[in-house]
């Protein structure tokens, strides 16, 4: 059974360029095309764990996004088959100057979870994300660890059929790392549950995941089975002196 479709895919993005006064306001402005993501078609088969890698700037966070639809394809379609979906990504999702309690309701009501649930799970949250009284302070104060405690937590205790997970499972002190990582295989554990996740860690792809899809100057340049596609990338990061975590 698929648990998500994506068919001739297309993302760009637009920049203005600088242009002067007169030119303006006669409404001259230039957009310079920036595409992100072109021609991906891939189908993903529910209880799938995928990897997504390349280089920087491949379009693996656009990708992830754009499967979350908080980008909107230029070009193609994406079919999640009715399931519902949840991104974990350090630059998506909370409001800064509310406090991270509220942002939990904030983040789950957009999830589609109704304010009962996200209640009956708040204590949960709280507890795994191990932010005690920080919980009631803004998010633009928290540090990049807390931020990631936090986003993880609600994901872990809010879960959804597809998981989105966008290079956290490194971030934060060595305990919670362990803990989130344990978290996931849980997760992963689950069958009924599909899991893509962009990493540059090539041992945490290995290890957590069925299949990868390599990603190259934003078109898919090979998918296939872990182990083949983790070998062959790396001869090919070696070659371009590009750096891999390990």
Not at 111 to 122: D, N
Not at 203 to 217: A, M, N, Q, R, S
């Amino acid at each position: 059974m698929k648990a998500i479709s994506v068919q001739d895919l297309e993302v760009n993005y637009y920049t203005v360029k600088e242009e002067t006064f007169s030119k303006r306001i006669l409404k001259r402005i230039k957009k310079k095309k920036f595409t992100a993501l072109k021609n991906i078609n891939f189908d993903i088969d529910k209880g799938c764990v995928v990897g997504i890698i390349g280089p920087n700037g491949s379009g693996k966070s656009t990708l992830l996004k754009t499967i979350a639809h908080i980008f909107e394809p230029d070009k193609g379609s994406i079919n999640l088959y009715g399931n519902t979906v949840n991104l974990l990504s350090l630059g998506t999702g909370f409001d800064s100057e509310l406090s991270g309690y509220e942002n939990i309701f904030l983040s789950g009501m957009l999830l589609g979870f109704s304010k009962k649930t996200i209640e009956t799970k708040l204590k949960d949250i709280i507890d795994f994300s191990e932010l005690g009284e920080f919980i009631y302070n803004p998010v633009k104060t928290y540090s990049s660890g807390m931020y990631s405690k936090l986003a993880f937590s609600i994901m872990a205790i809010l879960d959804a059929d597809i998981l989105l997970i966008d290079e956290v499972l490194s971030v934060g002190d060595i305990h919670f790392q362990e803990k989130s990582y344990n978290k996931m295989l849980e997760l992963i554990d689950d069958k009924k549950r599909t899991v893509l996740i962009v990493s540059h860690s090539t041992t945490t792809i290995e290890e957590l995941c069925d299949k990868v899809i390599w990603l190259d100057k934003g078109q898919i340049r090979k998918m296939g089975k872990t182990k083949d596609i983790i070998n062959e990338y790396r001869e090919y990061a070696i070659k371009l002196n590009t750096e891999i975590t390990k």
